[in-house]
């Protein structure tokens, strides 16, 4: 199995910018496909990026197309989510998850492995 861990989250202004990461342990790391998903007050999960093996392969909900930006390293075992021109309805908890199928899905169901979540704020 993995154990994964966010960090970086945070407050921000809107219009600004964050970084939160993934840190990983555990099985080999590039065995993984990856995703981040987040979960506002009152909302069911939603996905929000997702990252093939290799690093080359990415995908993204539309809400946050051309805004955010998905990446790991394999010899670091980490994974990061770049939040760029962020609006207060990015407001949530943000989790990084590993999964062992061929895509990464959109589903949380199609994730095997969840971090414990990390919260970015965005203020109007």
């Known amino acids: 199995q993995v154990q994964l861990v966010e960090s970086g989250g945070g407050l921000v202004q809107a219009g600004g910018s964050l970084r939160v990461s993934c840190a990983a342990s555990?099985?080999?790391?590039?065995?993984?496909?990856m995703g981040w998903f987040r979960q506002a007050p009152g909302k069911a999960r939603e996905f929000v990026a997702g990252?093939?093996?290799?690093?080359?392969?990415?995908y993204y909900a539309d809400s946050v197309k051309g805004r955010f930006t998905i990446s790991r390293d394999n010899a670091k075992y980490t994974m990061d989510l770049q939040m760029n021109s962020l609006k207060p309805e990015d407001t949530a908890v943000y989790y990084c998850?590993?999964?062992?199928?061929?895509?990464?899905?959109?589903?949380?169901?199609?994730?095997?492995?969840w971090g414990q979540g990390t919260q970015v704020t965005v203020s109007s």
């Open positions: 990252i093939n093996r290799s690093g080359l392969g990415t």
């Open positions: 998850a590993s999964s062992s199928g061929a895509v990464p899905g959109a589903g949380a169901n199609d994730y095997d492995y």
């Open positions: 555990g099985r080999t790391f590039s065995r993984y496909v």
